[in-house]
């Protein structure tokens, strides 16, 4: 089990919230942003979990606050989707470059 | 634990109440009296009556100042609730669920001003940021308020990333989520983990309360969500997350150098110097209140800069100060047609009770003495030429307040000075009479501002 180090594992969490981050800041299509934030939360999943196995492991803090976590991505997931249909109701696009109304 | 738990029930009871009662005044009148008995069992229990006896295990603490900020938030809410209830129903269809959502967040406010472990923060923003998501979209045919939600969604949820990682690697350095372990270990060695994820979660909270280098999506939200929504989100909100960067950080920095106080100390006086040169340029009211919002900001943060007891009793001030002097000029903006500076040219002429509370409100914010708000700017600097380090900040936040009197002023003298006929939507005495009584509040407590302050000590 533990014949994987602690460091491949935390340099797969960071690589996987640099790759959220980046798709945040360079993706134009509304459903691929939410898909970047999705990444970055669970991402940091993927840290609470490794530090609780690898440093931790008597208690299981982590890994109650990774639970907590998946249940607030689904919630903010469910509030982001409402918020693009209703974008999309209006704009016919998830383009967010289509959504400059607030732009002078 | 009464108004955690109160507020989460009446939430639920307004989301029912949408579906079984179809008169608007029945809504507004249910959650009225649901704010009412919330301020007043968060009441019981600062006296020491506790209606429920939850075994939290040490995870959130009920301090006097948490307690009694609470009890400054519903006041402020219910003050909210009796001037401008009647423009929350009128946003949209789903008067109900906009004031359960009200409920919801009123709920995270409690959380946040008492919690003592990294899980409990963590849930008390997220329950105060998803319910506020909704409300800024909530005028579902406007766009710019859909697209106001839209950025607010993103900015938020990236911000609660970035706090997540922090918590992530304090926890990998400490083996725990208590606050206890936390400040007593922020001086004790050097760990990398350990500052690396305090800076990221300082990071994340100075997103949500809209600090200078990440300040960028506060005026477009606060444009783009309906206007009593911003009325709540601009105060009573921003309070709320303020108490919890301040019991975060609370009394940890003393004695840890200069390293922490520096990063605030320079965050300070960017939000000062660009909330207020920005509002400098506004054409609207709406936008130049956004603007201000950040200045006020940046005032707020001097109580997470010095850390003594007159930037705790500076922080309640200055919140109960801004919250009263904000909801009254918005309510008051909420009556205009025109929301540029023009459009209230000669208020004075066809409201004269209008004009004269929005002027006391906005010397107020300006921090005229007589008011409020002095004495809460008063607090704050104080606090922080106590705390003995950094005086050029000082001498900069005065500036910046003299600078703010310039735009404050601006809405003075057009509605003084100007001649004009300002276009208000119809007006009740009752809603003057109750303006009148916000600014006689304002007063009041400008000369006796130990009315509020004794209650942090007994």
């Known amino acids: ?46 840290n609470f979990v490794a530090f609780n196995k690898y440093l931790y492991p008597d208690k299981l803090d982590g890994i109650f606050f990774s639970l907590f976590i998946i249940t607030i ?14 974008l999309y109701r209006s704009h016919h696009s998830i383009d967010v470059e289509d959504a400059t109304e607030m732009k002078y | 634990m009464n108004a955690i738990i109160l507020s989460a029930i009446l939430g639920v009871i307004l989301m029912f109440s949408g579906i079984f009662v179809t008169s608007k005044t029945a809504i507004r009148n249910i959650a009225t009296a649901g704010m009412a008995l919330l301020l007043l069992v ?35 809410t219910l003050l909210f609730f009796l001037v401008s209830a009647k423009d929350i129903t009128n946003v949209g269809i789903n008067a109900a669920e906009y004031f359960a959502l009200i409920f919801f967040i009123s709920c995270g406010i409690a959380i946040v001003s008492s ?49 997540l990682l922090g918590i992530a690697l304090v926890y990998g350095a400490k083996a725990s989520f208590s606050m206890e372990q936390m400040h007593s270990s922020i001086n004790a060695g050097r760990n990398a983990w350990f500052y690396a994820g305090l800076l990221l979660v300082l990071i994340s909270m100075l997103f949500k309360v809209s600090a200078a280098p990440f300040h960028f999506w506060t005026p ?64 609207s009211v709406k936008r130049m209140l956004a603007y201000s919002s950040i200045a006020q900001a940046g005032f707020m943060l001097f109580g997470v800069f010095s850390q003594n007891d007159f930037s705790r009793e500076g922080i309640i001030l200055y919140t109960l100060g801004y919250s009263l002097a904000t909801i009254g000029i918005f309510a008051v903006l909420i009556k205009m047609k025109d929301y540029t500076f023009e459009g209230f040219n000669g208020l004075a002429r066809t409201e004269p009770v209008l004009a004269a509370t929005t002027t006391i409100f906005l010397l107020s914010l300006a921090g005229i003495p007589l008011t409020i708000g002095f004495f809460a700017k008063y607090f704050m600097l104080a606090s922080a030429v106590k705390s003995g380090s950094h005086l050029w900040l000082v001498i ?39 303006l009148a009584g916000m600014a006689a509040a304002v007063i009041i407590l400008g000369i006796f501002p130990n009315l509020v302050l004794q209650y942090l000590y007994f």
């Not at chain 2, 960017?270 to 340029?281: D, K, P, S, W």
Request: proline share 2%; hydrophobic share 55%.
């Open chain 2, 42 to 76: 968060n009441i019981a229990e600062q006296g020491g009556f506790h209606l429920f006896n939850v075994n939290t295990h040490n995870m959130l603490v009920f301090s006097k100042f948490g307690l009694l900020f609470n009890s400054i938030a519903f006041s402020a």
């Open chain 1, 1 to 46: 089990m533990s014949s994987i180090p602690l460091t491949h594992i935390l340099f797969v969490s960071t690589a996987l919230f640099f790759i959220g981050m980046y798709g945040l800041f360079t993706r134009r299509n509304m459903i691929t942003m939410l898909m970047s934030v999705e990444l970055i939360l669970n991402s940091v999943n993927i």
């Open chain 1, 73 to 86: 991505a689904a919630a903010e997931a469910a509030v982001a989707i409402a918020i693009i249909i209703n």
């Open chain 2, 396 to 434: 900069f936040a005065i500036l910046c307040a003299a600078i703010s009197v310039y735009y404050y002023f601006r809405v003075i003298q057009s509605m003084y000075f100007k001649t004009g006929l300002a276009e208000t939507e119809p007006v009740t005495p009752v809603f003057r009479w109750l």
């Open chain 2, 115 to 163: 919690f003592n472990s990294l899980l409990l923060l963590f849930l008390g923003i997220e329950i105060i940021s998803i319910p506020l998501y909704i409300l800024t979209g909530s005028d579902k045919r406007n766009l710019k308020s859909n697209e106001a939600s839209l950025k607010y969604f993103l900015m938020g949820s990236f911000s609660t990333g970035i706090m």
């Open chain 2, 220 to 283: 477009d939200v606060y444009d783009g969500a309906p206007t009593v929504f911003t009325s709540f989100m601009a105060t009573i909100v921003k309070a709320g997350v303020f108490i919890a960067l301040v019991r975060l950080f609370d009394m940890s920095f003393v004695g840890s150098g200069y390293d922490w106080q520096l990063i605030i100390a320079i965050v300070t006086a960017a939000t000062l110097f660009i909330g207020n040169i920005t509002a400098i340029f506004q054409q």
